[in-house]
């Protein structure tokens, strides 16, 4: 059986939104209306910081050309790591980085960071994310779109493609 693109289709890979979300913290941080969802929780919990620096670090090892990297990595210092950081991180005080590192940046650098704070949401706060108003009511208005009568027509009109 596949799909309207042709590709094999399974239960799996047609997870959307919310179910996809609910899956794995990964999912939801694959999809970027997840990723907004998951801010929006995190904001009100007083914590995005978590998640931005997560995407700062995911961005960070894409990064191309010492110069480049030098710039931001020193942002995401600035920004999270250091003392006087805007939105600084909890991390363990022994994994902290010197600025000194910051003179030869490399795309893993904060890679051990990134892991606890990974973890940090990931036991912490997704859970909570998942019994939130935010995601319930996301979820919500999805099964309403998906039960409307356009959404059943179309479901209909496919399934009688497959089975003719």
Known sequence: INDSEGHPSSSHQSL???????????NLLEDPEGVKRFREFL???????????????EEFKKTQ??????????????TFLS?????????????????TILETPHPLMFQKLQDQIFNLMKYDSYSRFLKSDIFLNHKKCEEQEENSPEAQTAAKRASRIYNT
Do not use: D
Request: positive net charge.
């Open 16 to 26: 959307k939104g919310t179910s996809k979300w609910a899956t794995s913290l990964e």
């Open 83 to 99: 003392s006087k950081a805007s939105s600084q991180v909890n991390v363990e005080g022994q994994s902290r980085l010197s600025e």
């Open 65 to 78: 050309g010492k110069k480049q990297m030098q710039e931001k990595a020193k942002e995401i210092y600035m």
């Open 43 to 57: 904001k009100k919990e007083f914590s995005e910081e978590n998640v931005l620096f997560w995407l700062a670090c």
